[in-house]
Antibody
Framework: QVQLQESGPGLVKPSETLSLTCAVS?????????WGWIRQPPGKGLEWIGS???????YYNPSLKSRVTMSVDTSKNQFSLKLSSVTAADTAVYYC???????????????WGQGTRVTVSS | EIVLTQSPGTLSLSPGERATLSCRAS???????LAWYQQKPGQAPRLLIY???SRATGIPDRFSGSGSGTDFTLTISRLEPEDFAVYYC?????????FGPGTKVDIK
């Protein structure tokens, strides 16, 4: 049974870089799936941030692309998110998730982490 | 970018009633790659439907999805107490993978 667990600081200062990690257990991150990040501002809807394949291939939401960097560590079975130059608008619950690729029915998230709340404030 | 609109914003129903939720896309969704998620307070979203009509693993058959092109529907045939939640649609065919704003199903 695949499980995902986000971790990282709950408080980040404006203009700094938000860094989160998602540890995957019960499933190899090197399998034929993609791994992504989604966020949800307080009381609002969901926003896809970006996704990464175990090869390191990435694709990002164009609205965040200039500030997002994702990486994968297959030896630790985990992947990470960095979001630079954060503002209060980046305050949200950040989820990591797994999704298949284009050859397997498209990019729907079939497994999610529990989410981690990140607040941007000085 | 495909923009998704969901209606109604809130649906007030009683247990046992039928719920019909709508998701409309600003342009045709390729291969009907439209998913539905359920989210309860304090929890992560849970995948219900993908490919417009395929139920995810473990999802009860009272949940069904239909539609094509730009108009999609999630139907809950008979609401159980645990079904009162927020429901989001998402197109999953091409980047960026956008979500709708959600429909809240609450108890009447």
């Amino acid at each position: 049974q695949v499980q995902l667990q986000e971790s990282g600081p709950g408080l980040v200062k404006p203009s700094e870089t938000l860094s989160l990690t998602c540890a995957v257990s019960g499933f190899s991150i090197s399998s034929d799936y993609y791994w992504g990040w989604i966020r949800q501002p307080p009381g609002k809807g969901l926003e896809w941030i970006g996704s990464i394949y175990h090869s390191g291939s990435t694709y990002y939401n164009p609205s965040l692309k200039s500030r997002v960097t994702m990486s994968v560590d297959t030896s630790k079975n985990q992947f990470s998110l960095k979001l630079s130059s954060v503002t209060a608008a980046d305050t949200a619950v950040y989820y990591c998730g797994r999704h298949p690729g284009a050859g397997y029915g498209g990019y729907y998230f079939d497994n999610w982490g529990q989410g981690t709340r990140v607040t941007v404030s000085s | 970018e495909i923009v998704l609109t969901q209606s109604p914003g809130t649906l007030s129903l009683s247990p046992g009633e039928r719920a019909t939720l709508s998701c409309r896309a600003s342009q045709s969704v390729s291969s009907n790659y439209l998913a539905w998620y359920q989210q309860k307070p304090g929890q992560a979203p849970r995948l219900l439907i993908y490919g417009a009509s395929s139920r995810a693993t473990g999802i009860p058959d009272r949940f069904s999805g239909s539609g094509s092109g730009t108009d999609f529907t999630l139907t809950i045939s008979r609401l159980e107490p645990e079904d009162f939640a927020v429901y989001y649609c998402q197109h999953h065919g091409s980047s960026p993978f956008t979500f709708g704003p959600g429909t809240k199903v609450d108890i009447k």
